[in-house]
């Protein structure tokens, strides 16, 4: 019962460099998003998508990119990154918008 | 655009003794949720609330959203060592955005 998968959980890039998060999920959940943890700071929007082909801007959508060619899958971009970009991202999805979000274990990246 | 403002920042009790977080929204919330986030884990959920002025407990946790649908609060009563965590309250109005306060940082000292 995996839940919500993200791959990587740890990634140092040099700032330019670019990469994709993964995030899967098995519960058929039509809703995902992605976040980044800042300390102090929370739980921030990057994107979210509603269905299968979808996607939208959050709060912090600049220098990211995210695409949700499948369901199951939630892949989020960082085509140069930077090190404000240094954070921990965590992925979640929710049956509907108005349910509990389930979120995977995060992936703590580090932008030198 | 929308807020979610949440108080204190951290809170240090005695175990045994009770914590409360607070919650304040800029804006009127169609529901309000709260998680929680162990020290190098995820949050996991715990409650949503949706009426006015609605109250639900969870044995030693209380969580209360206000008549205006504006602010919420978690109670713990007789805090544990297992208790220790962040507790987040996550706000979301007519749309599915969902805006998460800052979180309150609790620490338990046995």
């Known amino acids: 019962n995996a839940g919500v998968t993200q791959t990587p959980k740890f990634r140092v890039l040099k700032t330019g460099q670019s990469m994709t998060l993964l995030c899967a999920q098995d519960m058929n959940h039509e809703y995902m998003y992605w976040y980044r943890q800042d300390p102090g700071m929370g739980l921030r929007l990057i994107h979210y998508?509603?269905?299968?082909?979808?996607?939208a801007k959050g709060e912090v959508p600049d220098g990211y990119n995210v695409s949700r060619l499948k369901k199951q899958n939630f892949l989020l971009g960082l085509e140069s990154a930077a090190p404000s970009q240094t954070s921990v991202y965590f992925c979640?999805?929710?049956?509907?918008?108005?349910?509990?979000?389930?979120f995977g274990d995060g992936t703590r990246l580090s932008i030198l | 655009g929308q807020q979610v403002m949440q108080i204190p920042q951290y809170q240090h009790v005695q175990e045994g003794e009770d914590f409360t977080t607070y919650c304040n929204s800029s804006t009127t919330l169609s529901n309000i949720q709260w998680y929680k986030q162990r020290p190098g884990g995820h949050p996991v959920f715990l409650i949503q609330l949706v009426k006015s002025g609605e109250v639900k407990k969870q044995k030693r946790l209380t969580f209360q959203f206000g008549e205006a649908k504006k602010n919420s609060s978690l109670h713990i009563t007789a805090t544990q060592t297992t208790d220790v965590g962040t507790y987040f309250c996550a706000g979301q109005t007519g749309g599915f955005k969902t805006i998460f306060g800052a979180g309150t940082r609790l620490f338990v000292k046995a």
């Open positions: 998508s509603v269905g299968e082909g979808t996607t």
């Open positions: 979640a999805s929710s049956y509907q918008g108005h349910q509990p979000q389930h």
